[in-house]
């Protein structure tokens, strides 16, 4: 069974820093891009950043760029969202999905860790 875990959630203060890892089981990451995407409450669900399979590339989205960095160790089968800076509008369920060409298809998808940004 293909699945992806996310952790790292939980509540922060504005300004604070959090670090989200997404592993992978019964399958290796390093053949897949993989995302971070995002979902407030009552909000559509939004990219956040993406990887490629081999770590070059990667994308963001205006509104975390410079606060939130992707990165990818292979070797341990996980990639990470640092997130620094952080905002109440950064409130969400955060979700890692695997898939191709940067990110455009999407093939298997975590449950989620709730971010929570608030004094």
């Known amino acids: 069974q293909l699945q992806l875990v996310e952790s790292g959630g939980g509540l922060v203060q504005p300004g604070g820093s959090l670090r989200l890892s997404c592993a992978a089981s019964?399958?290796?990451?390093?053949?897949?891009?993989i995302g971070w995407f995002r979902q407030a409450p009552g909000k559509e669900r939004e990219g956040v950043s993406c990887?490629?399979?081999?770590?070059?590339?990667?994308s963001v989205r205006n509104s975390v760029k410079g606060r939130f960095t992707i990165s990818r160790d292979n070797a341990k089968n996980t990639v990470s969202l640092q997130m620094n800076s952080l905002k109440p509008e950064d409130t969400a369920v955060y979700y890692c999905?695997?898939?191709?060409?940067?990110?455009?298809?999407?093939?298997?998808w975590g449950q989620g860790t709730l971010v929570t940004v608030s004094s």
């Open positions: 990887i490629s399979s081999s770590g070059v590339t990667t």
């Open positions: 999905a695997a898939g191709s060409a940067l990110c455009r298809y999407l093939a298997v």
């Open positions: 019964g399958f290796t990451l390093d053949n897949y891009a």
